[in-house]
């Protein structure tokens, strides 16, 4: 019998609308659990077992209602053949600057995809399986299959290229995003029949080329993405889009998406009169200000302050959360402060 009181339960009912006890949490704890667990970026980033265990000492600590899979920005990129290197001790992979990407040519010879054997994909597959394993049935597990094809195109050919060639050679950046896009299928079904409770993907670069060239470019990828993975798997799959979304919120929504991620900058009060009672979010403390330099008691306010707001527009879909990744820094009890504040909200709703 499904335990009605456990985390991956209050998430899920969260996500649908339904009545549940209290708030939920899930803060995007990426390189903070390497920080957390005393394990440098190198073995968090190229290790399964390291990967998993740094998180499972992160849930173990702090208890949060859901937790996130996710090594870099770059994993999808690096299977499709973008170099990558650590750019100093201790930091993530990320790309040399190096672009993968010139010409169409270049386009034809990015080979199918396939996940069980490219770049770190393996890897993080490996990792997905292994959380299921040890909480997939207690614990809400979030697996980032990366990027959408608009940002992945800009890792693999160079955010400024990509700017430059939307005004005179779209036709390429579309067939770039077209390859994009099987990628990103094809890693995040694998990461869904590996355990992952819900699919997270970003495309913040697309939140800097405005609305009109967002609907007319990013959009319609991320709709194709969104629909095949709908098409295959019954899961959550959201969209996160850094910094200030607002000019763009309600064509976030087009995309398809049963989640949007939110960053700080975005007045909640607004978005969810905007996108109403039916879009989960997820967000949007400050993981910065707040979070990382903030005291204990403003991180509970915050917290406070979020579930009261989305009451008062009658939100019931939020999970309580960074509104982007935490700060490897993030003093423990803020991070403590924020989820028992959470556990404590008392809804009743």
Known sequence: M????????????????????????????????????????RDYTLNPRTLADCVLRYYETFRPDAIWLSADTWVTAQAMGAAVAFPADNQPLAGTGEPCVRSAADIDRIPSPDPDSQGRWPMM????????????????????????????????????QVMTRLMDDRSMVEALMARCAEYTLAYALALAEAGADMLSGGDSPAGLIGPRLYRAVALPLEQRVITGLKDSVTIPVSLHICGNAMPILTDMVASGADVLELDHEVDMATAFRMLGPEMGIWGNLDPVALLAQGTSEAVRQAVVDLIATAAACGHRRLVISSGCTLAPDTPSANLHAMLDAVRNSGLGR
């Open 2 to 41: 499904l335990d009605q009181s456990c985390s991956e339960h209050l998430v899920g009912q969260t996500l649908m609308g339904r009545p549940v006890p209290r708030a939920v949490s899930g803060p995007l704890a990426v390189h903070y659990c390497a920080r957390l667990a005393g394990i440098s970026m």
């Open 125 to 160: 597959l490996e990792a997905m399986r292994l959380l299921d394993a040890a909480l997939g049935k207690d614990v809400f597990v979030v697996a980032c299959f990366d990027q959408y094809p608009f940002s992945l195109a800009c890792a693999l050919m160079g955010i400024q």
